[in-house]
T-cell receptor, first 119, second 111 residues
Framework: DTGVSQNPRHKITKRGQNVTFRCDPISEHNRLYWYRQTLGQGPEFLTYFQNEAQLEKSRLLSDRFSAERPKGSFSTLEIQRTEQGDSAMYLC?????????????????FGSGTRLTVV | QKEVEQDPGPLSVPEGAIVSLNCTYSNSAFQYFMWYRQYSRKGPELLMYTYSSGNKEDGRFTAQVDKSSKYISLFIRDSQPSDSATYLCAMSGTGGFKTIFGAGTRLFVKA
């Protein structure tokens, strides 16, 4: 297992276009998270999946954003009608979730991110 | 006021120095405290993970949590140029899954 994989690494798109990013988590991890990071800031929570179920979405995730995790494996994040304010690094992370007898694991393994530039 | 406050730096130190990085927070529900290291154009990498108050040591790194003061620290001993990165504090509540990150402190270790 090579860790959390994100594709593409970079995406430049024109304002108004739709974009889709993919995340492949560590195979045995059942929790998957999307975060957004802008320059000089820490990552901000967008959404979270437990297996295939999307359990929480941030208010940051407007109606133009949608995320899926079919079959509880890889996940996609789509942004429709992109705006310049969407320019950021989109980070995916995964965790094993609850381990038997060990409680919850809060330490994320992040991917290298997808850097989106909207021009 | 942000839930997690972290001085953005930059912090510049000579090689071999002891580095102290700090964060304060306002939400008393936070129970899990993490430090991540992020190199330029890379995703954050988990360095230290602590539950509740106390100290935790791992090699050259020591994490401290003082819940009474809502204050966490990361100490780096014998700092190396390879430690030059942005250090993010992060925290989460019991049963929660959303982690709140600080803005990060940029550290430069000069050879």
């Amino acid at each position: 297992d090579t860790g959390v994989s994100q594709n593409p690494r970079h995406k430049i798109t024109k304002r108004g276009q739709n974009v889709t990013f993919r995340c492949d988590p560590i195979s045995e991890h059942n929790r998957l998270y999307w975060y957004r990071q802008t320059l000089g800031q820490g990552p901000e929570f967008l959404t979270y999946f437990q297996n295939e179920a999307q359990l929480e979405k941030s208010r940051l995730l407007s109606d133009r954003f949608s995320a899926e995790r079919p079959k509880g494996s890889f996940s996609t994040l789509e942004i429709q009608r992109t705006e310049q304010g969407d320019s950021a690094m989109y980070l995916c992370a995964s965790t094993p979730g609850k381990k038997a007898g060990q409680g919850l694991d809060y330490g994320y393994t992040f991917g290298s991110g997808t850097r989106l530039t909207v021009v | 006021q942000k839930e997690v406050e972290q001085d953005p730096g930059p912090l510049s130190v000579p090689e071999g120095a002891i580095v102290s990085l700090n964060c304060t927070y306002s939400n008393s529900a936070f129970q899990y405290f993490m430090w991540y290291r992020q190199y330029s154009r890379k995703g954050p990498e988990l360095l230290m993970y602590t539950y509740s108050s106390g100290n935790k040591e791992d090699g050259r790194f020591t994490a401290q949590v003082d819940k009474s003061s809502k204050y966490i620290s990361l100490f780096i001993r014998d700092s190396q140029p390879s430690d030059s990165a942005t250090y993010l504090c992060a925290m989460s509540g019991t049963g929660g899954f959303k982690t709140i990150f600080g803005a990060g402190t940029r550290l430069f270790v000069k050879a």
